[in-house]
């Protein structure tokens, strides 16, 4: 059996996460986790606030550019969880499956998060100048934004090292 490193678990973990998205048009999970000690501080997904419809029992609430608007990002969702249980999401690191929009990136760092691991980008040819925006905001505020593939490059390309060593 193979035991995931670090990343591979965190990232799996999000991905779970995101099955219990509401919200088939962008079904997204993400995980705040210590820097120090591997340990998970909070989870998200997309979904409607509490006591509120879910797209699935009503449909979306799309609006003019096609975004759905009923619910809350996952990143937001963890965050507002973290508050809600007293916990301090400062000096954390994100695994997300999605690359964060820049409203949600803006609260990643305000948080105080200094890493955000990513899978893939939504929809980049449609929403390039958001994703601009988060790179550029991103490298003035000293918030590193790592791709999930470039993760496993850099892994593939120790764990080479190591066995030829």
Not at 102 to 113: L, P, Q
């Amino acid at each position: 059996m193979k035991r995931p490193n670090w990343h591979e678990y965190f990232f799996g973990i999000a991905e779970k996460t995101k099955e219990r998205s509401t919200c088939n048009n962008g079904m997204v999970g993400c995980v705040f986790v210590s820097r120090e000690g591997h340990t998970i501080l909070s989870t998200g997904y997309n979904g409607s606030p509490r006591n509120l419809p879910h797209c699935y029992e009503v449909g979306c609430d799309l609006d003019e550019s096609g975004h759905c608007v009923r619910t809350i990002h996952a990143e937001i969702n963890a965050i507002v969880q973290a508050a809600r249980d007293g916990i301090s999401l400062k000096d954390s690191e994100v695994y997300s499956t999605m690359f964060s929009c820049y409203v949600c990136f803006k609260a990643i760092a305000n948080v105080g998060v200094k890493t955000i691991y990513y899978d893939v980008e939504y929809k980049p040819k449609k929403y390039a100048e958001q994703i601009a925006r988060v790179r550029r905001d991103a490298a003035l505020m000293g918030v590193k934004l790592v791709n999930k593939k470039d993760v496993c490059d850099i892994l593939a390309q120790d764990k080479l090292k190591e066995e030829s060593e």
